[in-house]
């Protein structure tokens, strides 16, 4: 083993001030950086003048860059270089692959640390003033993806066993956004349950979209990827603390913009 080293690091859901100190001090000092479409510009404003930078984009529809070659690529520069910084947004594991990328270092006997971040499943909800718990209204959440190939892949969820979800959070569920309130309805959700998109959380230009589940299953409602979809009955509360959220006195709980 050489004494080279990756690191995973998450970047938080974008906005620089969210990113954690170890975080930081990793991108001053890095050699290489590999870096995701969700790494914000303003955290890529940051970095070590001097890193190698590879950009390794993915969209959610489209895989710029196949799994296999960026954990591959990960491995050829932990032959060349010392501090490799993988960075990642939000959290290196919500969704975020870091566990196949650590398979394949294991594999190749490549020391690696995992420096976790602020995951937009959660920040996301609390820049908009939705609490994802909230004693009496929902004690319980859950994280789980939109995204498949095509709906077939959705219809294995267990929909029913997800009407006890206090607050459900999808992630990459903008595409699907439609089917996925359908299948909620028939899974036992009730249809006036509201819902929540939250795109670009955290950033200068965040945007908050409320809605019900009848709404998004039944009306083409637009919505900007990437974008966090909240269903749950404290999304209410984005509407009580809204106004609050724009003073500047409060400008610690994010900005807002509801319609
Ligand atoms: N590891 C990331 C999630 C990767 S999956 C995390 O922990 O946050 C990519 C999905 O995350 C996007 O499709 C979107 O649903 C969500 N997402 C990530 N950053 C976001 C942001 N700033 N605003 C809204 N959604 C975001």
């Known amino acids: 083993m050489n004494n080279s080293k990756v ?20 991108l001053k000092t890095a050699d290489v950086i590999v870096y995701d479409r969700l790494v914000s510009n303003e955290i890529m404003d940051e970095i070590n003048p001097n890193a190698h930078l590879h950009y390794v984009g993915k969209q959610e529809s489209e895989h710029t860059i196949p799994q296999d070659e960026i954990n591959k690529l990960l491995v050829h ?62 004690n ?37 956004k439609s089917f996925i309130a359908q299948k909620l309805i028939e899974g036992g959700k009730p249809s006036k349950t509201p819902v929540a998109f939250i795109e670009r959380a955290t950033r200068h230009d965040q945007k908050v979209i409320t809605s019900t589940l009848f ?9 900007e990827s990437p974008a966090v979809f909240v269903v749950g009955e404290t999304v209410q509360f984005h509407h009580q603390w809204n106004w609050f959220l724009k003073e500047e006195s409060l400008e610690g709980l994010g900005v807002s913009v509801g319609i």
Not at 110 to 128: H, K, M, R
Not at 152 to 167: A, E, K, R, Y
């Open 7 to 26: 690191f995973l690091v998450g970047a938080g859901p974008g906005s620089l001030d969210l990113l954690t100190l170890k975080a930081y001090q990793l």
């Open 77 to 138: 520069y932990a032959h060349k270089y010392k501090k490799i910084v993988r960075l990642k947004g939000g959290d290196p594991f919500v969704f975020g692959r870091g566990g196949e990328e650590i398979v394949e270092l294991v594999k190749n006997n490549i020391a690696f640390e995992v420096v976790p971040g602020i995951s937009s499943s959660v920040s996301a909800l609390t820049y908009a003033g939705i609490p994802i718990t909230h004693r009496g209204v929902s």
């Open 140 to 176: 319980n959440f859950l994280v789980m993806t939109g995204h498949t190939c095509n709906t077939d892949g959705l219809d294995l969820v267990p929909w029913s066993n997800l009407q006890s979800v206090g607050t459900i959070v999808i992630l990459m569920g903008v595409r699907n």
């Open 215 to 223: 709404e998004v299953a039944n009306k083409e409602i637009f919505v």
